[in-house]
Nanobody
Framework: QVHLVESGGGLVQAGGTLRLSCVAS????????MGWYRQAPGKQRELVAH???????MYADSVKGRFTISRDYAKKTVSLQMNSLKPEDTAVYYC?????????WGQGTQVTVSS
């Protein structure tokens, strides 16, 4: 079994910063893509940032220039640095990983941005 555990969510004022982290553990032979999704109340889950392979990153248009994804392949972690946060960034953020050809999700961490 594989587990993804997120940390770093919280409440922040608009314009502030937060850093989310996620660590993968368990029976892992090949850890491929890792990334972050989010889901706001009443909305579908959406991709925020994604690193499918080393040096390759993808971002939602709404977060480009404000969020930065980074991975530590040795430690099996992925982080999301979120700057210039906006109220519309409020959501539950989920870590996502492709491990041994199976997709896994973390339990989610709440990010709330007040105006």
């Amino acid at each position: 079994q594989v587990h993804l555990v997120e940390s770093g969510g919280g409440l922040v004022q608009a314009g502030g910063t937060l850093r989310l982290s996620c660590v993968a553990s368990g029976s892992i032979f090949s850890l491929n893509a890792m990334g972050w999704y989010r889901q706001a109340p009443g909305k579908q889950r959406e991709l925020v940032a994604h690193e499918p392979t080393i040096g390759s990153t993808m971002y939602a248009d709404s977060v480009k220039g404000r969020f930065t994804i980074s991975r530590d392949y040795a430690k099996k972690t992925v982080s999301l640095q979120m700057n210039s946060l906006k109220p519309e960034d409020t959501a539950v953020y989920y870590c996502h990983a492709l491990v041994d050809l199976h997709y896994y999700w973390g339990q989610g961490t709440q990010v709330t941005v007040s105006s």
